[in-house]
């Protein structure tokens, strides 16, 4: 068992169908065990500087991520409560949510701390833009139905050039994300790497490949269409342009990710993923 907490955030997306009402219920259930210290549905408010043991956030993935990346470097575990549709990185849901909720508090919980991203763009040797990801750096194309030619470089070295529809770089967190719609393979939380997925590649050799996570991922756009961007968790945008290099470590920031008691990343995948098979004797 973990320790209880006594500071909670509550966190959600007050646009979303259903979160305001739902987070705003839980919120004498959490006060019968914990302090809540904030609650922000409108995005109003520094989570950075909130000093707190623990932050219930509502909503689906994407709440979630984007209340990792209002966090910062503040090292506040977040439990997700599912209220979108797979919520891949939510340990509750919406049915008997107090149940949950007063297990977390109680301390019947452990904490994971998956790898993220630092990405940046560079042009013309200046750096422009610097984000962390959760999920994933995608680049991709915009309307025009064009293919990209991206150059891969790993510590250095040429490794090949991509043509095709964009390339993305992600890490074990969002391997079940844009990656696995991409074809890419799914790879534990736990695993110290980083995935890199062509999408639709232009050249059948080319295949998602795995390397260690303290490799440097450099990505020059080649000459091609306009209307290239880089997409970081689906919700960081920085547009592009022929000769801007995006480099893609592992940060030196984690984040950290409740799983409620009994919580199973291989039953998460079998249910969410709808896998099916004789596993009896």
Known sequence: MAPKPKKVIVIGDAAKPNVPEVAKSAVPTIEESATVVAVDLDGSQDLASVDAD????????GAILKAVRRLGTNPVPV????????????????????????SVLRGKFTVVSPIMLECSVRRDGKTIHRSRAVNDAVISRGALSRIIPVDLLIDGHPVTTYNGDGLIVSTPVGSTAH???????IV????????????CPHTLSNRPLVIPAERVVELEVGRGPRGVALTV???????????????????????KLV???????????????GWSGHLGA
């Open 79 to 102: 439990c997700g409560v599912n209220l979108g549709k797979l919520g891949f990185l939510a340990t509750l849901t919406d049915k008997n949510l107090a149940g949950g909720l007063g």
């Open 188 to 199: 534990e939380y736990g695993v110290e790497a980083m995935i890199l997925i062509p999408i």
């Open 179 to 185: 990656c696995l719609s991409a074809g890419g393979p």
């Open 259 to 273: 799983l409620a008691s009994g919580h199973n990343y291989f039953t998460t995948l079998r249910e969410k993923l």
């Open 54 to 61: 623990l932050a219930f956030v509502f909503g689906g993935d």
């Open 233 to 255: 968790d689906g919700q960081v945008f920085q547009e592009l342009e022929p000769g801007d290099v995006v480099t893609a470590t592992r940060s030196e920031h984690r984040f």
